[in-house]
């Protein structure tokens, strides 16, 4: 079947109430969100620490969509299937983490998960290229990745169109992370992207008592790319 290019947003847990994530989840999926983003640091590849598998485990009960992990660990490997029994249905490796990423593709997919490949700003796309048939996603990282609430790095875009124009007719999604909200999110859709990480933009100003507020978060970011037609390949 053709890969379904609708528009998915995926509200990143970073910027959630690390308290309650079970009700924060559940939140966010009843104010209409697609997918769950689970941003893993390790305080070594990237300069933050945040989440391991078991509290992947446990917040998957609480998660009817997708749960989208993405791993800015290194090394990666040893982790893989850490993950995958801790209920992640689609596995983000960085490029940038090891020289062997195309083994960490194949070891991503051995567990029955989809593969996604992520790229740092300073990374040019091109360098996807020889991997994308490995790749059910790329993720292009519009800030430097680390820490939530970064401002969005505009030059990305280009690589965006980049990448769309690379991958073709192939199966896989583009997914942007960094900076998404309601002025940022047309233009990378434009460029090609279909998957939209959002944490501040969603979470803020509301909670799981006002839950109401991610929803009308959620909905600007939607009504902005209403009448954006995504690049073709």
Known sequence: MPLDRTLKIAPSILSADFADFGREIEAIESEGCDWVHVDVMDGHFVPNLTFGPPLCKAIRKHINTVMDVHLMIAPVDPYIEAFADAGADIITAHLEAGPHTHRTLQAIRATGKKAGLALNPGTPVEAAQPLLDLCDLVCVMTVNPGF?????????IEQVRRLRALIGDRPIHIEIDGGVDPETAPLVVEAGADVLVAGSAVFRGG?????????????AIRRACENVTIQAA
């Open 148 to 156: 939530g609430g970064q401002k969005f790095i505009h030059g990305q």
């Open 207 to 219: 909670s799981v008592e006002n839950a109401e507020i991610y929803g009308n978060n959620i909905g």
